[in-house]
């Protein structure tokens, strides 16, 4: 494990403290805590993949190589216990000098990890998310699960997520949302939102991050999304900048994936989204494989150039748009 660099405390953040303590946006299954993942992969006799290392070390990858990272990495959680210790280090990255609230936006895959990966049953991922969420409340953190289809699986996919948590979905899962490829137009997953609407979930979407910034258009008008997870090339768009902002849809920014993951992205545009009146706010995504936590993402956002004033907007729209935070 030459190399490998796990995220440092507070104390090495300059604008640590008094950041709030809210993760709007992160993966369950990308958020297994590295070194864990390494004592697993040695337990069974696996090799970690360079694609992985290389990630951990903090070296870029192509986009290739975070797929078979994240699948390896997530290959492990294969009970309760394993449910419980990927939250665990989820919250472990949150900063430890904060104000406010505290709380934590986590999308969870169960059809990939109950029927696609079969790693685990449903039961084992809802009472390892039980159990993680009650240790995390116990520390002061709120944890709201969002449900995670995969676009380019197809509508289909997604009535197969909602059909598999029917009758058993805790009250902690308060959303639905759709990432992967942004290969299969908006307007198609209309009818799959509406089912999600009106079983009482809240609806997201990955869009405009490895699609055309037009999807973050489409997902609002023709499917009804009420918040967007990344959004950056909606930022080649003043109209559709100007349409996040007129109606208050709350975008989920993560610094470090972005300029990982995007290879065409250029200087991040974050500053030009929040400076259009977007509500703008900082998640950390999969940070199990690419190695970040929440400071690290504030001190990213400070970098960028941003005013006080414009860091103020990041720390009020993390609080007010968090669904941790409405439980």
Do not use: Y
Request: hydrophobic share 40%; glycine share 12%; net charge negative.
């Amino acid at each position: 494990m030459t190399g490998l660099q796990i995220p440092s405390d507070d104390a090495s953040h300059p604008v640590s403290t008094g950041i709030p303590g809210i993760d709007r946006h992160v993966h369950l299954e990308g958020g297994l805590d590295p070194i864990w993942v390494h004592g697993q992969a040695k337990a069974v006799g696996q090799q970690v993949p360079d694609s992985l290392e290389a990630f951990w070390r903090g070296s870029a990858q192509p986009f290739s190589g975070f797929i078979e990272a994240f699948l390896f990495s997530s290959s492990f959680i294969r009970d309760r216990e394993a449910v419980r210790s990927a939250l665990g280090a989820i919250v472990g990255r949150l900063p430890q000098q904060t104000t406010g609230p505290r709380g934590i936006d986590l999308w969870v895959s169960p059809h990939f990890l109950v029927r696609f990966k079969q790693l685990l049953s449903l039961d084992e991922l809802w009472r390892g998310l039980e159990d993680g969420i009650s240790e995390a409340n116990r520390l002061g953190v709120s944890v709201a699960v969002v449900l995670d289809a995969v676009n380019h699986f197809g509508p289909k996919h997604g009535h197969e997520v909602l059909d598999l948590v029917e009758g058993s979905r805790p009250e902690f899962v308060v959303g639905f949302s759709i990432g992967g490829l942004e290969g299969v137009p908006f307007r198609d997953w209309a009818p799959v939102f509406e089912r999600a609407r009106s079983n009482g979930l809240r609806i997201a979407a990955h869009a405009g991050e490895n699609g055309p910034g037009e999807n973050v258009r489409d997902a609002i008008l023709h499917s009804g999304v009420e918040r967007i997870v990344h959004g950056v090339k909606a930022a080649e768009f003043p109209k559709i900048l100007e349409l996040l902002a007129e109606r208050h849809i709350p975008v989920d920014i993560c610094p470090s994936s972005n300029q990982a993951l995007i290879g065409d992205l250029g200087p991040h545009p974050l500053p030009v989204m929040l400076r259009a009146g977007v509500r703008c706010a900082l998640g950390t995504d999969d940070p199990g494989v690419i190695a970040c936590d929440m400071a690290g993402e504030w001190d990213k956002a400070r970098a960028m150039g941003l005013t006080d004033q414009e860091m103020g907007l990041l720390r009020r729209f993390a609080i007010e748009d968090a669904w941790s935070l409405k439980l």
